[in-house]
Nanobody, 123 residues
Framework: QAQLVESGGGLVQTGGSLRLSCAAS????????MAWFRQAPGKEREFVAA????????VYADSVKGRFTISRDNAKNTAYLQMNSLKPEDTAVYYC????????????????WGQGTQVTVSS
């Protein structure tokens, strides 16, 4: 039902910032919890951050805590990932995900995925 499209990726130097956007075309965006995952070459997809449907609760991976901020604007059907103090190890394809049941522990069961956007952090 929900179609997710990521944007905002690109090349940035170490210490720089990027803001990723995830635009949803579904009519029930506000009923889904949202999350960001990332996958580097040769590595498994890993959880980055998640936010509840109302935006009242957020969860972050330890590796990005204090540097990344997930947010959402339900009026715009868009979720965001603000990434600050970027490091080379943040280089990955970043994927937006939506789930009705806060089901981030089992990626194969997540309801919807975006196509991904490349983030490259140069040293």
């Amino acid at each position: 039902q929900a179609q997710l499209v990521e944007s905002g990726g690109g090349l940035v130097q170490t210490g720089g910032s990027l803001r990723l956007s995830c635009a949803a075309s579904g009519r029930t965006f506000s009923t889904y919890s949202m999350a960001w995952f990332r996958q580097a070459p040769g590595k498994e997809r890993e959880f980055v951050a998640a936010i509840t449907m109302s935006g009242g609760r957020t969860v972050y991976a330890d590796s990005v805590k204090g540097r990344f901020t997930i947010s959402r604007d339900n009026a715009k059907n868009t979720a965001y990932l603000q990434m600050n103090s970027l490091k080379p190890e943040d280089t990955a394809v970043y994927y937006c995900a939506a789930d009705r049941n806060w089901n981030w522990s089992y990626p194969s069961q997540i309801d919807y995925w975006g196509q991904g956007t490349q983030v490259t952090v140069s040293s």
